[in-house]
């Protein structure tokens, strides 16, 4: 007989944030739950390689709306959640060249309604980030309220919890075989360990598709979308520490202090496939001269490179949800852009959904809908 490694109500595949703040909330709602991490440590692949935004201009209205509702969960996590804050003031200046002012009209009025913003002229954008060539910035908006987000504490506060809870983390457990038996959930890692639960939660990231296909169950058509950055030394005495991000309406950049450095991207979404994905030199050099153009500040070689996965759908909407045709299989993937400024909503929700309470008041008040986040929604792209 199969010697089992551990039972739950509910197994999650997937450490990243989206996993993480899963277990969090079904861990806080009395459910025992076992969380299945791949490598030795959470967060190791987008989650560890954000630019660690939180912006509510970003995005469709409905990642909007769940960004905006989990701003209070940042902003007053619960007692011992974390040490340290885990939002800082940054701000967003969204910046229009010549001939993009359209552009970030429609931006101002697309998102104004909903988020204060601020018109800024040429003048008053570079009286912010006083590198910006003229030419970069020929009017501007700044959204004030847009803060940094310590993921590290933010993820790393829901993994404690959720252990305080009583949930279990189990890393090194790269699950390779998931199977129905009976009214349960089996599923075999890599050295053979078998964990067991009524309900499984793919929240695998860029690999939810693969992680369906190992269940039997039909992939949503989830995109992988490649993201570079660096970031580069600057002269202390600019005093980048107090900029906020820069971010364009036109051709892809942004860039935002890091540390002491500032954190630079071409703000690339190159398709590709679920990997530990490096960065290619071609953006890289592509990110230096967007960056190089934009402002005053040269670069010889960048301090340290990166890339991560930006995952989608094709309608771009996470999924969060029970697949259709395979009874406690739950799907909580594609957040592209969005994973962490939308984790502590998403956990909640997806616990909600799992435990059939249906959607929170808070978050129905805001719009967000069980349908538009269904994995049987019509815009996803099932295939074989
Ligand atoms: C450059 C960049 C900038 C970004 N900036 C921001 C930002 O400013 N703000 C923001 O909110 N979001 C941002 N994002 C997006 C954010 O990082 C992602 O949306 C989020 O991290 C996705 O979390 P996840 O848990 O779904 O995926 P991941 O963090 O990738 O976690 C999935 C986990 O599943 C594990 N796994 C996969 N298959 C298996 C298996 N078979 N068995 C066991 N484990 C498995 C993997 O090892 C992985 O750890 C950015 C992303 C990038 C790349």
Do not use: C
Not at 248 to 274: C, I, M, N, Q, W
Request: proline residues 7%; hydrophobic residues 45%; charged residues 20%.
């Amino acid at each position: 007989m199969t010697q089992v490694s551990a039972v739950g109500d509910v197994v999650i595949v997937g450490g990243g944030i989206a996993g993480a703040s899963a277990a969090y909330f079904l861990a806080q709602a009395g459910q025992r739950v076992v969380l299945l991490e791949r490598e030795t440590q959470p967060g190791y692949h987008s989650t560890g390689r954000s630019a660690a935004m939180f912006t509510e201009t970003y995005g469709p209205p409905l990642i909007r709306a769940l960004t905006a509702a989990s701003r209070i969960f940042l902003e007053s996590p619960p007692h011992g959640f974390a040490e340290h804050p885990l939002l800082t003031p940054r701000g967003v200046l969204m910046v229009a060249a010549a001939g993009e002012e359209p552009e970030l009209a429609r931006f101002i009025r697309e998102a104004g309604g909903t988020v204060a913003l601020e018109a800024l002229s040429a003048t008053q954008a570079r009286e912010r980030v006083p590198v910006l060539q003229p030419a970069a910035a020929v009017a501007a908006a700044l959204e004030p309220a847009a803060m940094d987000i310590d993921v590290h504490a933010l993820l790393w506060g829901f993994v404690r919890q959720f252990r305080r809870a009583g949930g279990e983390l189990v890393t090194d457990a790269e699950v390779v075989s998931i199977q129905r038996d009976g009214a349960r959930w089996r599923l075999a890692d890599r050295s053979g360990r078998v964990f067991e639960a009524g309900v499984v939660v793919n929240a695998a990231g860029a690999w939810a598709d693969e992680l369906a296909r190992l269940a039997g169950v039909a992939p949503l058509g989830l995109v992988p979308k490649r993201r570079t950055a660096l970031t580069v030394e600057v002269d202390p005495a600019l005093g980048v520490g107090g900029w906020p991000m820069v971010s364009t309406v036109g051709e892809g950049y942004y860039f935002k202090p890091d540390a002491g450095r500032l954190l630079v991207s071409p703000a690339d979404e190159t398709p590709t496939v679920p990997q530990d994905v490096q960065p290619e030199d071609l953006d890289i050099a592509i990110a230096i001269d967007r960056f190089t153009t934009a402002t005053a500040i040269e670069v010889q070689r960048p301090a340290s490179t990166w890339a991560g996965l930006r995952s989608f759908f094709g309608d771009g909407l996470p999924v969060s949800g029970f697949d259709p045709a395979a009874p406690g299989f739950y799907w909580l993937a594609g957040q592209g852009g969005y994973g962490i400024q939308t984790s502590p909503a998403m956990g909640r929700l997806a616990a909600a959904l799992i435990a059939d309470s249906g959607v929170p008041e808070d978050l129905l008040a805001r719009g967000v809908s069980a349908g538009a986040l269904a994995p049987g929604r019509a815009g996803l792209r099932r295939s074989g």
